[in-house]
């Protein structure tokens, strides 16, 4: 521990040579270090992290960059205190970047999550899925057995009325109905059902 005596030249010159032993593998150095500045270090991580966890973590990983890292500190560059309160807030600002990209990723699985067990959601996938296939079936028939099948089914009339709006004969409305039917029960046979 320093004395609080001196000054702020003292203490930036007692700094830089706990960084050249830090960097000269002194462990008792890197206490020293981690003694002197982790207060003031944790305070900045927290700020930015608003965690207690996160802060502490970030600071750890402070203090190993500054180990395996002291010989990128240059004095002339800047102040012991200075590299340390940059690299602390460069490692906390990556970790609540991080933090924010992994809690959006959470909430849009479990956004996701619960269209997919929504029973609604799921029954409408379901109608989509019937409804396509219906289309399609019925883009599959000839033109005058799609037509009937419209008329009857969207349109609501019965063959009696389809004979009289199409002028064709009752007989040949309900020929191209039953033919129509064969070909889309063959293939859908849940769907159809639910329609009928």
Do not use: C
């Not at 003694?35 to 990983?61: C, I, M, P």
């Not at 064709?168 to 029960?185: D, E, H, S, Y």
């Amino acid at each position: 521990m320093e004395p609080p005596s001196l000054s702020t030249t003292e203490r930036a010159q007692r700094d830089r040579e706990l960084m050249a032993r830090v960097k000269a593998g002194d462990e008792t150095a890197l206490s020293d270090l981690y003694d002197r500045f982790s207060g003031t270090l944790n305070a900045l991580a927290l700020r930015v992290l608003r965690d207690t966890a996160d802060a502490e973590e970030v600071v750890q990983e402070v203090f190993l960059h500054a180990w395996n890292r002291a010989s990128t500190y240059d004095p002339k560059r800047s102040s012991v205190s200075t590299w340390l309160v940059l690299v602390t807030r460069s490692r906390s600002i990556d970790r609540l970047r991080t933090r924010q990209v992994v809690d959006r990723t959470h909430d849009q699985v479990r956004h996701q999550k619960k269209l997919h067990e929504s029973p609604r959601a799921s029954a409408d996938v379901q109608k989509m899925d019937r409804r396509r296939r219906i289309d399609a079936a019925l883009a599959g028939l000839p033109d005058e057995q799609r037509r009937v099948l419209e008329l009857a089914y969207f349109g609501g009339m019965t063959q009696r009325e389809i004979a009289e709006q199409t002028a064709i004969p009752l007989g040949t409305v309900k020929t191209r109905t039953l033919l129509a039917m064969k070909k889309l029960r063959a293939e859908l046979q849940a769907e159809l059902g639910d329609l009928l």
